[in-house]
């Protein structure tokens, strides 16, 4: 009687098929992975911004005068943060200019995002003594050259 042997491990076709629909289910996500950690380390730099937003809007509610542009008290010049190379506020609005660095990544590094205080009509505010209700973010008008993909959703604009 001879006994019969059976089969072991997989075929090289069946060990390629499942390499190749690994490799194509990692080409589709990659890029998307790439781009939520852009995103991400984007909304970290945001946050260097906001000592500066308060002193804006402190100045906007008390009714004060607005400071000589660089002397808000709240700017950074240099080595804000892992991501943030300096905060400054660029105009007598209280537009604040964040100066983006770090990222490894050319298409972020270098760029500037910038966020505007708005009161409750959606507009630059006119005078003191009123409330800065939302801030805008990302915009070119103000000038932001960062490119919007790298925007995370919460400052579209």
């Given at each position: 009687?001879?006994?019969?042997?059976?089969?072991?491990?997989?075929?090289?076709?069946?060990?390629?098929?499942?390499?190749?629909?690994?490799?194509?289910?990692?080409?589709?996500?990659?890029?998307?992975?790439?781009?939520?950690?852009?995103?991400?380390?984007?909304?970290?730099?945001?946050?260097?911004?906001?000592?500066?937003?308060?002193?804006?809007?402190?100045?906007?509610i008390t009714g004060g005068d607005p400071p000589v542009l660089?002397?808000?008290?709240?700017?950074?010049?240099?080595?804000?943060?892992?991501?943030?190379?300096?905060?400054?506020?660029?105009?007598?609005?209280?537009?604040?200019?964040?100066?983006?660095?770090?990222?490894?990544?050319?298409?972020?590094?270098?760029?500037?995002?910038?966020?505007?205080?708005?009161?409750?009509?959606?507009n630059l505010p006119s005078s003191t003594g009123i409330q800065v209700r939302r801030?805008?973010?990302?915009?070119?008008?103000?000038?932001?050259?960062?490119?919007?993909?790298?925007?995370?959703?919460?400052?579209?604009?």
């Amino acid at each position: 009687m001879r006994k019969s042997r059976s089969q072991a491990g997989f075929t090289i076709i069946e060990v390629m098929l499942v390499t190749m629909i690994i490799g194509v289910l990692a080409a589709m996500v990659l890029p998307s992975v790439r781009l939520n950690t852009a995103r991400v380390k984007v909304s970290e730099a945001l946050l260097a911004a906001g000592p500066c937003k308060n002193t804006v809007s402190e100045i906007y509610i008390t009714g004060g005068d607005p400071p000589v542009l660089g002397s808000w008290g709240c700017e950074i010049t240099s080595n804000a943060s892992t991501y943030v190379d300096s905060v400054n506020v660029v105009d007598d609005f209280g537009t604040i200019e964040v100066s983006l660095r770090g990222f490894n990544d050319l298409r972020i590094d270098f760029h500037n995002l910038t966020l505007a205080p708005l009161d409750n009509t959606g507009n630059l505010p006119s005078s003191t003594g009123i409330q800065v209700r939302r801030w805008r973010c990302g915009s070119p008008v103000d000038g932001t050259d960062l490119p919007a993909q790298f925007l995370p959703s919460t400052c579209k604009g």
